[in-house]
Nanobody, 121 residues
Framework: QVQLVESGGGLVQAGGSLRLSCAAS????????MGWYRQAPGKQRELVAA???????NYADSVKGRFTISRDNAKNTVSLQMNSLKPEDTAVYYC???????????????WGQGTQVTVSS
């Protein structure tokens, strides 16, 4: 089994910064893609940022230039640095990892429990 623990959410004023982290533990051989998603009330969950095992990144247009995703393969962690936050960034943020638990096995997606980010105007 694989467990994901998220941290770093909270309340911040517009223009402020937060850093989210997600740590994976358990039966892990390697991790392919890592990503952050968010879901605001009444809206569908959307991809915020993703990073491949090789370090290539992809961002939603709404966060480009403000958010930075990074990973530490040795620690099985993924982080999201969020700067210049806006009220429309308010949402529950989830990390998602494609984990390979055994060599030559296909990856399985695991999700964090979610962390609330609230940006006040």
């Amino acid at each position: 089994q694989v467990q994901l623990v998220e941290s770093g959410g909270g309340l911040v004023q517009a223009g402020g910064s937060l850093r989210l982290s997600c740590a994976a533990s358990g039966s892990i051989s390697s991790i392919n893609a890592m990503g952050w998603y968010r879901q605001a009330p009444g809206k569908q969950r959307e991809l915020v940022a993703a990073i491949t095992s090789g370090g290539s990144t992809n961002y939603a247009d709404s966060v480009k230039g403000r958010f930075t995703i990074s990973r530490d393969n040795a620690k099985n962690t993924v982080s999201l640095q969020m700067n210049s936050l806006k009220p429309e960034d308010t949402a529950v943020y989830y990390c998602a990892l494609d984990v390979i638990t055994r060599v030559a096995m296909p990856p399985t997606s695991y999700w964090g429990q979610g962390t609330q980010v609230t940006v006040s105007s």
